[in-house]
């Protein structure tokens, strides 16, 4: 079984910056995709970005240039990076590991951006 957790949230500025973490259990945690997800009230969950394992990585049009995803194994963590957020970008983010059709999922952290 593996444990997802994510850190990171809080309240900022537009044009502000935060960074999340994802810290999974574990000792194969580089075998392991790696997707962040964001789920806005009233909205359903949509994907943000992505990082296989050994693969490229990917973005959403909506972050893409202000957001990076990244990596380090011997942490086991996923981090996304969020720069020039917009209010736009308020939502429970959550971090999804992934592998042979086996999704772990967290219980999401908080980003709140002011106008």
């Known amino acids: 079984q593996v444990t997802v957790v994510e850190s990171g949230g809080g309240l900022v500025q537009a044009g502000g910056s935060l960074r999340l973490s994802c810290v999974a259990s574990g000792s194969i945690f580089s075998t392991y995709g790696a997707d962040w997800y964001r789920q806005a009230p009233g909205y359903e969950r949509e994907w943000v970005a992505g990082?296989?394992?050994?693969?490229?990585?990917a973005y959403a049009n909506s972050v893409k240039g202000r957001f990076i995803i990244s990596r380090d194994n011997a942490k086991n963590t996923i981090y996304l990076e969020m720069n020039n957020l917009k209010p736009e970008d308020t939502a429970v983010y959550y971090c999804?590991?992934?592998?042979?059709?086996?999704?772990?999922w967290g219980k999401g952290t908080l980003v709140t951006v002011s106008s």
């Open positions: 990082n296989p394992q050994g693969g490229d990585t």
């Open positions: 999804r590991l992934w592998k042979a059709g086996v999704n772990y």
